[in-house]
């Protein structure tokens, strides 16, 4: 029930802060948000760093609801963000609200069940990730290449930090 709530609130937020006008503007930056958090869900699929859990139906898994916030809720969050974006003065005050909304909301999930950290995840860990996740796509929108090749380095320090397979290499 929960996430037909979230839903909900996120297209009232979809109706009356997204410049509908522009959407094909934010589209790239929506795409590469998706495409890197799919190839998470591969690369961690059988080694999460978190996990959602519904409380409310048996058949409402992780999978379905990060299927729901990769391709609905996350959107409509990018491209509200980038509507916003100032690229001159306010830059840090913006991107830090962002990030302490986002980690904000995570906590509170978390509190309540819904978000659980797995194989060494924690909240500091996703406060962090979500400083990189909003300066890149901050960047990305502008500079798409140099978000890329910035976004390799760090996917693979996560990858050495947290995926079994190269634990076994040290």
Known sequence: ?????IVVVYLLFAKFFIDWKRWKDYYPTVQFYIICNLTYNVIFYNHTLWEYKAVTVDWLNHTLIDLVFTFF??????MIYLRYFPYRKKKIVYVSSWIAYFTFLEYLFHKKGLFLYENGWNLGWS???????????GLHHKKPLLALLLSVPIIGIL???FHPSFHELK
């Open 1 to 5: 029930m929960y996430l037909l709530l």
């Open 73 to 78: 809720i996350i959107p409509v969050v990018i």
């Open 127 to 137: 406060a962090v990730f979500n400083i990189i996740m909003f300066t890149i796509l």
């Open 159 to 161: 990858l050495l930090i």
